[in-house]
């Protein structure tokens, strides 16, 4: 495995992977690696010759009050698993490297970035598409990878790279749970043991709404409540919607698209979110991949 500090250092050695041809896979990541981002990684190896991940913390998605300084790392870890994944390249910038004096092009997701986590984390997705982009830019991957818990990071994501003709392939792939259920996140550190335990009640909810889905409850309002009944646990529900899993809008009435049930809330100082898709097709993770190149 490579480490490129700077884009100068990464793009002399993404000239020697590209001379050697074959698919390069991107798995942009905010460090403290966990299973997710392992299985992130597995993806993209099985899909492409080489994969390159990134670890950056990235100050434009961080609100004022947000946790940008606390956000937790451990880098000697996140090398050994990147190395024990079969990461070829690891991209480790600093803020400045990618953020210059007067830096002032943001790329703006639109509507679906206000709502569900956006209207509570003002700005957020227009950081997260800005840096995206510019990670999209500098290293000029053929398929990328995100993870289904981030739903609506995906949805903007997949929308941009359609929007500005992007060559890249965005693929999601499933949420990693721990043994009880609880969606892995880096953020899972901030849980005391008994926060820990309170916060099993947001794979619980979404998991009897599932129940509920596939004994043939179709019914949003039915669905949403069955989850919500069980969210007493946390210490503000920010949120608990059902959605069009493409495009964030809100389902009302009867569930008849790839619908994903969203659940955000807060326990102590650890902002958690979930969601599950509820869907007839078999793996509808996969649904949520923009597999055509736009032209
Ligand atoms: O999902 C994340 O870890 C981040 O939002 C991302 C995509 C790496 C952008 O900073």
Not at 235 to 256: F, P, R
Request: include cysteine.
């Amino acid at each position: 495995m490579r480490i490129a500090r700077n884009i100068p250092e990464l793009r002399v050695l993404l000239k020697t992977l590209r001379k050697q041809g074959g698919r390069i896979g991107f798995v942009p990541t905010m460090g403290y690696l966990h299973e997710g981002h392992a299985s992130l990684i597995q993806h993209c190896r099985a899909r492409c010759d080489s994969v390159v991940a990134s670890i950056f913390v990235n100050p434009t998605q961080f609100g004022p009050d947000e946790d940008l300084n606390h956000y937790p790392h451990d880098l000697d870890r996140d090398q050994a698993l990147c190395l024990n994944q079969g990461v070829t390249i690891l991209f480790i910038p600093e803020a400045t490297e990618l953020y210059t004096t007067g830096f002032s092009t943001f790329i703006d997701p639109g509507p679906m970035g206000q709502v569900l986590c956006g209207s509570y984390r003002p700005g957020h997705f227009r950081g997260v598409a800005t840096v995206v982009a510019k990670l999209f830019s500098i290293v000029q991957p053929d398929l990328a990878f995100f993870g289904q818990k981030d739903l609506q990071q995906a949805a903007i994501l997949r929308r941009m790279v359609w929007d500005l003709n992007l060559p890249i392939e965005l693929v999601v792939a499933p949420t990693i749970r721990e043994h009880d259920g609880l969606a892995m996140s880096s953020r899972n550190a901030y849980l005391s043991i008994g926060e820990r335990m309170r916060a099993l009640c947001i794979s619980r909810a979404l998991a009897a709404a599932t129940n509920a889905f596939q004994k043939g409850v179709r019914s949003a309002t039915e669905l949403v409540d069955t989850a919500k009944s069980l969210l007493g646990d946390l210490d503000e529900l920010q949120y608990c919607e059902l959605v069009d899993a493409l495009t964030m809008d809100t389902i009302e009435g009867q569930v008849k698209r790839l619908a994903g049930l969203c659940v955000a809330g807060k326990i102590g100082r650890a902002r958690l979110i979930d969601n599950v898709l509820l869907s007839e097709a078999a793996d509808p993770t996969r649904l949520l991949s923009l597999v055509a190149i736009p032209d």
